[in-house]
């Protein structure tokens, strides 16, 4: 059974670090997309890095550029998303995603909240 574990979250002040994780499992990890996707009250979900499969290579929202960081650890099936300079705006539940576009598979976490404030 497939599942993606997200933890990590919490409450963090203006300026402050947060790393989430997110545990996958019941799948070949290595070989998906794996994203971090948020969504803000009365916002729709909105992308914030993916990491590809293969060679690693990310993108990023605007928004986070130069303050947020995707990796991976295929040896552990898992992914993060180091959050630096944390910003009010960037308050929201911020959820795993893993994609297979071949397979046509598109796998979510249960999310987990992040609130910046003072």
């Known amino acids: 059974q497939v599942q993606l574990v997200e933890s990590g979250g919490g409450l963090v002040q203006p300026g402050g670090s947060l790393r989430l994780s997110c545990a996958a499992s019941g799948f070949t990890f290595s070989i998906y997309h794996m994203s971090w996707y948020r969504q803000a009250p009365g916002k729709e979900r909105e992308l914030v890095a993916g990491?590809?499969?293969?060679?690693?290579?990310?993108n990023y929202a605007d928004s986070v550029k130069g303050r947020f960081h995707i990796s991976r650890d295929n040896a552990k099936n898992s992914v993060y998303l180091q959050m630096n300079s944390l910003k009010p705006e960037d308050t929201a539940v911020y959820y795993c995603n893993a994609r297979h576009g071949y397979l046509n598979n598109n796998y979510w976490g249960q999310g987990t909240q992040v609130t910046v404030s003072s």
């Open positions: 990491i590809t499969s293969t060679d690693g290579i990310t």
